[in-house]
Every structure is written in C-alpha cells, then in structure tokens.
C-alpha cells in the first residue's frame, strides 16, 4: 500500500485538489495500484498547491503544483515510487522553504491527517493535555507565563497575566473565547492551523479552561471560512466521543465542552469586545474598557480571550515545558510566529520561524522577491492597520520592539509586498476607506475622522492646497490616534502616515533624499 497525501487545504482546494485526488484514485484503479490518498493539511508551501506528496522509504516526495491533468503523467513515471519528474520538488522535508522552519505549532500541520486522533497522538497529540491534567491550574498559568508566550492576534499581549487574571477570578462560570475572526489582509495562518491541525486548537482551549477554572470554550470563526467550519465540528465531534473533551475529560475532574459560532463578516468583530457581542447575538459594537473581558467577558463571565495561534501554541508549552518554548525568540519576543508572505511574492506562504529573522530574509530568502520580478517598494506589516515599510527597512528583526522602534507592528505576523509600481498616496487614502467601512460607529474620531480622512487625502492626490491638506491630515491622524475607543480608529493613522513618511514623492512632497538636503 502506499500513502499518497492530497492537501484538503482551502488553498489548495483553490487550484483543484479535489479533482486531483479523484485523476490519482481513478489512475491508481486503472493501475491496480494499491493506493490510500490521505487528505492532509498544507505544508504552507502554498505556491506548490496543490502539493501531492508520496509516502516512500526515503521519506516523502513532493510534487507540486500539480493538476488533474499531470495525473496520467505521473503515475507513467512512477512517481508512487518517487521517480524523477518535472514536478518532482524532492524530499519535502528537505525543500528550503520547509527545511530551516522551527515548527513548534505547525509541527504536524501537513504532515497528519488532521481528524485522525491515532495520527494526532502518534505525532505527539494530547500530550500537553495529559500533563496539564495532572499539573493543576495554577502550575500550568505558571508554565504558559515562563514561555514568554504572547497574543498571537496582534496586540502581544502576554498570555500568562491573562490568564493569571481568569483563574484569579472568582466566578460560577468562565470561559475560553477563542478568535478565529482572522480579518487581517494577507494573513492566513489560524485558517491553515484550523483546517491543517484542528484538534491541536482544541487541545491547547482544554488546557486553557482547566488552567483557568473554565468549562465551556467558543471558536469564533469568520464566516468565509467554511473548510475550517466542517474540520472544527468534526474534530469536536471525535475529540468528545474519545473523552478528550467533554464531561470529566479521559476521567478527570475536569469538564470541558466547545461550541463553534460563525461571524457574519465585520472587521470589527475581530476585536476582542465586540466579538464577545457578536457571540452574545447582538451586532458587533466595542465595549467600554473597562471591565476587562478577563473580569467580564462573555455573558458578563471571566473570559480568557485568545487568538488561535496563542491557544494553538499552548499544547507543545505544556508538553516541553515553557523553557523549551522561550528558548526560541529574541527580547521580549518569545518562541516562534507563523509569517504570513502574501501579495506581490513569488512564493508566498506560512513560514514559521523563531521571532529574530528579518523581513529581508522573509521576503526574499523565503518569498524569493517579487512575483512580477520588479523591485520591493513597500510591505505592509501586521495587517490592514499596520505601518508600510520601505525597501530599505526590510534588515529590521520580526521583533515586537524592534517595529515598535520604527513605528510599525508585527501584528499577526502578516507580511504584504508591493513591487515599484504601488501608489502610496492610494494605499493610505484605502487605510481610510477601510476605517470608514468596517468602524463600528461607536465614537467620533475614527467614524467621522475616517470619512473625513478619505477626503482630504483626494484632494491631497488631486493637488489641492497640499500643504493646508496635508497639516489637516496630520491634525487629524492624531486625533484618531488620542481619541478612537479602540484600535481600530487608533491605529488607521498608522498606514497612513507610515506612507507620508517613507514615501512623500506619492503626495508631490519632495523625496526623502532631497528634502534632506
Ligand atoms: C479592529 C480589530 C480587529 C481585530 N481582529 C482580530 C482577529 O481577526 N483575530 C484576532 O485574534 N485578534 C484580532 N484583534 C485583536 C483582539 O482584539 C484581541 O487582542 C485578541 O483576540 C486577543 O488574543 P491574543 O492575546 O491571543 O492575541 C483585533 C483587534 C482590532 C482592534
Ligand atoms: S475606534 Fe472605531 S471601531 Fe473602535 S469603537 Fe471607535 S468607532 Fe468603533
């Protein structure tokens, strides 16, 4: 028998997975071919989906992109047997881009099937749970809080006081909010964990809700991902029927059950406030802070609030110990980010390494440059509300601090490249449109500022009073950065002047070089 893994990806879904794993069954039959086809989880490799990998003695073969019409082709070159190929790539744990990664939450991503709990525990599956069911809730906060673990959502903020906060608090009922909103352009990441590894997500909220005295957890999952919809449910529903979840998990004292909710589409509803609005049924609206959502959160309970990656994280914490995990990393920027290259690249994809590496070797050791082969101008960073950096920025560390000092974010690791042809007095006018669009229209600043933001940039762009316009912008960037309730509003301006800065020759203002003159 051999294993043939085909990607169930939502990517590689995109460009016809499906029809492949039907051309090698059909081959295979006319073959007499003893064949299993594994739909497994992307390696991330995303620019090779879809990646059929052949199981062999050597280890696995990828092939990649490959369509339903090389099917015949390659079952004629014997690629069962991992024979040469125009679309053989080698052993895919020795491609580059795969090689010098540092999986630690990806670690099975690709590589099991992702429903089966024989293959997730064969790959070290239940093994953080095993030992956070014998730990004890304040030992395991304790653990998460050595690992340096933080917010993998955006905002970096550390996971043990968070949940130090919930298990301090006293309370019937707590629960455990997972956001899997994942609004951020370009990133892509909890969607490849929850499509790729889904029990590992649920693994890492049970140890979340014992840790924090918690028995009920909510995957808040955005609507337009219907792939990870259906591997949630079902690895929820084998995760209970194997009492990894449920009432007294594997015999314990410790109950725990997960209901997934779909969002209706917001931006806004990926933060954090009113996610928990949207959860409760009503339209997504931020809350006043505070309370804290950690002291009252869901339905007015104490909530741990976490991204999928910081829960997702959680399992291999636990399992290694959270010295294990904080040996990865620089500064204050513990364990690894999954980077999301995406945009104009040539390879684009999850590329999760130790925080330290720089953009440049991102973009072009992994991305290997532009897909339109024309130079890097600009990369946004850390989603729609993140800074644009300049070429000559790109040796800057993936390092919370490091791009703090620059006035960006790492954000949720999202990494968008432009080549020269981008207009940057556009993409900050767009920073605007999008604030105007997705605001939940709570308060002044950034529902009227962004508006307004919009159109002085236009007439910046058409050439009106520029200099008036551009002090107006200015004016107006601070007040949506001092006044807005949330990030959202506070953050818009971060685009906006991050493209004034680094390119004023798109707003008619002299280039850096010679204004310095
Ligand atoms: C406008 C806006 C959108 C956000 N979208 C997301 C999102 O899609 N996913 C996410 O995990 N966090 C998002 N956040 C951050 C959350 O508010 C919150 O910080 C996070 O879910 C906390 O989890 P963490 O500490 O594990 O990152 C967003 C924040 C803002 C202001
Ligand atoms: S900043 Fe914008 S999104 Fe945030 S509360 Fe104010 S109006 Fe709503």
Redesign the pocket.
């Known amino acids: 028998m051999t294993k043939v893994f085909v990607p169930c990806d939502a990517a590689a879904l995109s460009m016809g997975a499906d029809a492949v794993a039907k051309a090698i069954a059909k081959e295979a039959k006319k073959a007499k071919a003893d064949v299993e086809i594994v739909r497994n989880g992307t390696r991330g490799m995303l620019w090779l989906e879809p990646l059929v990998e052949v199981e062999t003695e050597q280890g696995r073969i990828a092939y990649g992109p490959v369509t339903a019409k090389d099917v015949p082709d390659l079952f004629k070159s014997n690629f069962l047997a991992g024979k040469k190929h125009k679309l053989r790539q080698g052993l895919t744990d020795d491609i580059p881009y795969f090689k010098n990664q540092e999986r630690l939450t990806f670690a099975r991503c690709g590589i099991t099937d992702p429903l089966s709990l024989e293959d997730y525990q064969a790959h070290g599956g239940f093994e953080g749970l095993k030992k956070a069911l014998s730990m004890g809730p304040a030992d395991i906060v304790a653990e998460v809080a050595t690992s340096g673990l933080?917010?993998?959502?955006?905002?970096?903020?550390p996971?043990g006081i968070?949940w130090k906060t919930v298990h301090d608090a006293k309370a019937d009922q707590k629960y455990i909010c997972c956001?899997?909103?994942?609004?951020?352009s370009g990133t892509f990441a909890?969607r490849i964990l929850m499509e790729g590894d889904p029990l590992c997500l649920l693994e890492g909220m049970a140890i979340a809700g014992i840790a924090v005295g918690a028995t009920k957890g909510y995957i808040y999952l955005r609507s337009e991902y219907p792939h990870a919809l259906v591997a949630l449910r079902e690895a929820i529903r084998v995760a209970n029927e194997a009492s990894w979840l449920g009432k007294k998990i594997q015999g314990s004292k410790y109950d725990f059950e997960v209901f997934v909710r779909v969002g209706a589409g917001a931006?806004?509803c990926?933060?954090?406030t009113s996610?928990l609005d949207s959860l409760e049924g009503k339209r997504g609206m931020v809350r006043y802070k505070p309370p804290l959502p950690a002291l009252e959160g869901l339905f007015g309970k104490p909530t741990v609030?976490?991204?999928?990656l910081?829960?997702a994280s959680v399992p291999i914490i636990i399992a290694k110990g959270g010295e294990y995990y904080r040996d990865f990393g620089v500064g204050k920027s513990r364990g690894t980010l999954a980077f999301q290259i995406a945009g104009n690249i040539k390879r684009g994809g999850l590329v999760e390494k130790a925080f330290g590496i720089t953009a440049r070797e991102l973009i072009e050791d992994y991305g290997g440059g532009t897909l339109t082969g024309r130079p890097v101008r600009a990369v946004q960073f850390g989603g729609p509300?993140g800074a644009y950096l300049p070429e000559d920025k790109l040796d800057t560390p993936m390092d919370y601090e490091a791009f703090v000092a620059e006035d960006a974010m790492v954000g949720?690791g999202g990494v968008v490249v432009f080549d020269d042809t981008v207009d940057m007095a556009k993409m900050a006018r767009f920073a605007m449109e999008f604030c105007a669009i997705?605001s939940c229209g709570k308060c002044t600043p950034c529902r009227i500022g962004s508006v307004r933001g919009v159109e002085v940039i236009e007439r910046i762009m058409a050439g009106e009073s520029p200099e008036q316009n551009l002090e107006l912008l200015e004016d107006l960037c601070t007040t949506m950065t001092d006044g807005s309730m949330?990030?959202?509003g506070g953050?818009t301006p971060m685009p906006v002047m991050s493209a004034l800065r680094h390119f004023p020759e798109d707003f008619d203002r002299p280039a850096r070089a010679e204004a310095a003159e």
């Open positions: 933080r917010g993998r959502g955006g905002a970096g903020f996971a968070k956001n899997a909103d994942e609004g951020d909890d931006y806004i990926g933060e954090e996610m609030i976490n991204n999928v910081s829960l509300l949720h997705e949330c990030a959202m953050l």
